[in-house]
């Protein structure tokens, strides 16, 4: 789940954008669908890879309809914030749901949530509960060479280890790519490493219009959206508590557009 700070509205509240990590992940999805414009390397295995991008996060399906509370702090829990049994009883929910589209959709998506694992292992060095989390990277990353030598023996020329090592990266820029756009309105300009090695450069040109440079999409602009639900900024006591706050649907939309120079 991200949470969103919105921008105050007159006398109105502040309020949080609460987006569920499943509509994040298929914006990623959307994101990458006409992907490979512009010398831009194209997404391959096109299916597996995009089915990977759309779905990397479906193990959050319980926790986006009903999002945990800080105790301490009675914010919604964000995926940033989250007590490590419960990351990674997402990521393994969310590793199986990808092992039944195939072994190289299930080894990019075990990938992905394996270099997070790493990641944070590096920066909580001295907390406990990452270390336990010692047991999920052992299990997965024996898994992942299973699921690649299954999906390597079905077509030993075109399955290398290169093409799913290229694939896994795209996972993972688009997947920044979406959380680019989801977790706080940007106002100034960024670059983006892409997995070809090409920079991309994101240019907010108003509260609802990015400009690209340079242009990597097959089609002349590309209209995306978001689903999110806005709560009152306040002390939530419980999961409970956010659950039955009084919340209003919204759609963050944005139009990605060619930018020169």
């Known amino acids: 789940m991200i949470r969103r700070d919105l921008p105050a509205e007159g006398s109105e509240p502040a309020r949080w954008a609460i ?16 992907w490979g414009a512009g010398g831009f390397a194209p997404l391959v295995p096109r299916d597996a890879l995009l089915w990977a991008i759309e779905h990397h996060d479906d193990g959050w399906r319980a926790w986006d309809a009903a999002p945990g509370v800080d ?21 393994v929910k ?7 589209a195939g072994p190289l959709e299930a080894a990019l998506v075990a990938g992905h ?12 060095q001295d907390d406990p509960a990452w270390a336990h989390a010692e047991a999920f990277l052992a299990e ?9 030598a299954d999906w390597q023996a079905a077509d030993p020329v075109a399955n290398t280890p290169a093409v799913a090592e290229r694939a896994l990266r795209q996972l993972q820029f688009f997947d920044l790519l979406s959380l680019w756009f ?28 990015v400009g690209l440079s340079p242009w990597p999409l ?12 806005a709560v009152r900024v306040r002390h ?26």
């Open 182 to 209: 989801c977790c706080s309105r940007a106002t100034e300009p960024e670059v983006l490493q892409t997995p070809s090695g090409q920079e991309l450069t994101l240019t907010p040109l108003d509260s609802q219009r």
């Open 19 to 34: 987006i569920g990590q499943i509509d994040h992940a298929r914006l990623s999805g959307r994101l990458a669908e006409h």
């Open 71 to 91: 105790p301490e702090r009675g914010r919604p829990r964000s995926f940033t914030e989250m007590e490590v049994p419960d990351a990674v009883a997402i990521w």
């Open 140 to 148: 997965y990353e024996a898994k992942i060479d299973r699921w690649l």
């Open 236 to 261: 939530y006591e419980s999961r409970e508590d956010l659950a039955t706050a009084a919340s209003e649907p919204l759609v963050l939309r944005w139009e990605l557009v060619p930018r020169r120079g």
């Open 218 to 229: 097959e089609v002349g602009s590309l209209a995306v959206e978001v689903p999110a639900r």
């Open 113 to 124: 949530f394996c270099a997070l694992q790493r990641r944070a292992t590096s920066f909580h």
């Open 94 to 100: 969310s590793i199986e749901a990808a092992a039944t």
